[in-house]
DNA sequence: GGTACGATCTTGCGCATGTCAAGATCCGAG
DNA sequence: CTCGGATCTTGACATGCGCAAGATCGTACC
């Protein structure tokens, strides 16, 4: 009898209840998702995925990080799409602002402050949130080269801080998704005004 | 026997769960807020609340209410103490961030999808949502007046987008608040380059 | 091949919470 | 003074989290 016929012992229990919170994940909230009503849908008791995930936390940080992985993934390619380096770098931001149009509850757990608290996640979401900042890095490094380590660190956040804050916003509704374009772009000139000694 | 000694009819229950459910989040976010221990906080049955709030999304509701109003607040002062045009709307971003990193919990029931949904959360926040996008706006005509309406409206999701996106971060523990500025000020220096003919 | 061990999964439990229902208490209009 | 309605209380039920103890399975070891 194969594993994946045998109920009793699983075989790949973890990935299924991912899998399952995942699927539960694009339909509601991380709030309102249980890990008893995970459990259920992989066809499990109510009490086996403690014997992959501590708690319900865990769990949460694993779908964290999972979606953090995708995010990066989809600037990365997002990024890697476009020759030209201002259309790279405009399209890394798109590409952060479209993920969390089409996962907004993916997205939310990503910086749920419940869920996932900077330093106690783990190395892995570490990591990945030092490999979107060097992302993001290196396309502006690659818009202006002129600048300096320290002034890229700082453009860094400046940048991350927009495409996320318009992330955040269009994926709470606040925003329609058509506006992002027009506003990332308005807000760059602004920053042309801004910065334009009088 | 005055309102306040009777222990029966509270008199004010409504505002004192406001603000034992406010003084819950200055501590813990609003997830594991419970509506039993709101009630035990103001010294009522567990079931007291339920003749002011719907239910425990309505309480939430009514405390997003109340921060955003802060929040405004916090932003139109800081921007009626500058004269400078480019000062005041520095100093509203500024303030914008900082309340996301005094009241994080705060800041996060706001903009919670679960809980503040832009069309079902009431004519108040509606009006809020309105005033900070107007205020915004203003701020940004005085920096450049000859921005058309379509320009500054978009130039508001942008500036808006921005301070939201470094307060989520620095709330979430991601930014540390003294590179906020520097950030905020190298974005605006990136904008001046991508907009830059070439 | 048989067996003991550990990992996996199950059932059952205590406790906390959200919400409904019914009763107790108090205020104020008439 | 009485009665209605608002306010608050107790009680109850369903659900969820996480612990504990038992059942089942794979496998390393003899």
Redesign the interface.
Known sequence: MSRSESRYHHGDLASALEAAADSLLAER?A??LSLREVARRAGVSHNAPYHHFADRHALLQRLGVRHMTRLVEAQRAAGERETDA?AA?VAMGAAYVGYAHEH?HGF?VI????V????ETGPQMTTL?AENEALIGAA?AR??PELGEQ?IE????????????????V?????PID??R???????????????TP
Request: hydrophobic share 55%.
């Open positions: 909230g709030a309102s201002r770098f907004p939310a910086f749920d402050p419940e996932c608290v900077p330093g949130i502006i818009v202006a002034e700082a453009a860094v956040v400046g940048a991350w801080g927009a495409a996320h804050g318009l992330a955040q916003l994926a709470a509704g606040h925003v506006a992002v027009p506003a990332f772009e308005a807000y760059l000139a602004m920053g042309a005004t801004l910065t334009r």
